[in-house]
């Protein structure tokens, strides 16, 4: 399958951003200027700057070109992305190095994120993430045994775990993410090259399948000068249009 039309265009106004042909403030071409530029319809080029916008490299405003607000590529969790997609996105190359994969009996925390008793089994996996060769993020994840039994027969240096699961059957339904700010014990620090102490972004997630079931609970350290996330939010809803609603209805 072909890559769409808006990731094409996303991926090389991301690209230019990133090497700053565009300086933070300035606009990007016209929307009819992309269009020409990259030969599409007007629905890509909008697709491609609203997932700019996500990312937090531009700010869009109706009539007017996007303008550039940011050089730092941001994670959002308004949609999950797993790591390695993200780096490909963002066009830079994402690299794995697996320190440790073992099956033992769960422990706190994951042991009520996943609705275990003390006597289950899972799978842990600790695993280094970079991003262009550098150190960028810990990666601690506990899988209920039926589902981390399937990494076993998966090389987790060469890719992304969760396409693999998802390859496999595992349906990522619904996620729950935890956003905090930790310091850095030995593990983290000999791993991301920092001081022991340093404030890391960590990302609490747990995942449930299409069943309800919780099979992943995480938890990922990022070096906070090397990744940023951004959430984004809906209006919510004022109950008193729920209740002119009902009303009228």
């Known amino acids: 399958m072909s890559e769409p039309r808006y990731e094409v265009v996303a991926r090389e106004l991301r690209l230019r951003i990133l090497r700053h ?7 990007l071409p016209s929307e009819s200027a992309l269009c020409a530029q990259f030969d599409v319809s007007r629905g890509p080029v909008r697709q491609a700057l609203a997932m700019l916008k996500n990312e937090g490299l531009v700010a869009i405003s109706r009539g007017k070109p996007a303008i550039v607000r940011s050089f730092d590529v941001t994670q959002t969790l308004d949609t999950f992305t797993p790591f390695t997609q993200w780096a490909r996105l963002t066009g830079r190359d994402a ?6 994969i073992s099956r033992r009996r769960v422990t706190e925390p994951a042991r009520t994120a996943l609705g275990a008793s003390a006597d289950d089994f ?8 970079l991003l262009d060769d550098e150190p960028t993020m810990l990666e601690r994840t506990t899988y209920t045994e039926s589902v981390g039994s399937l990494l076993f027969d998966f090389d987790t240096d060469s890719g992304s775990i969760t396409d693999f699961l998802s390859s496999r059957g595992v349906q990522f339904e619904s996620m729950r993410h935890v956003l905090d ?12 090259a920092i001081d022991v102490g340093s404030p890391l972004l960590r990302e609490r997630r747990t995942s449930w399948n299409n069943l309800g079931e919780a099979f992943e609970f995480a938890d990922d350290r990022y070096r906070p000068d090397r990744v940023a996330f951004s959430i984004v939010n809906a209006r919510t809803i004022d109950p008193r ?3 002119d609603n009902s009303v009228s209805s």
């Open 95 to 100: 690299g794995s190095r697996t320190i440790e």
């Open 241 to 243: 249009d729920s209740i």
């Open 21 to 27: 042909d565009y300086n933070v403030g300035e606009s």
């Open 122 to 129: 899972v799978v842990e996996v600790l695993r280094l993430r």
């Open 181 to 192: 700010a930790v310091a850095a014990n030995g593990a983290d620090a000999e791993n991301l």
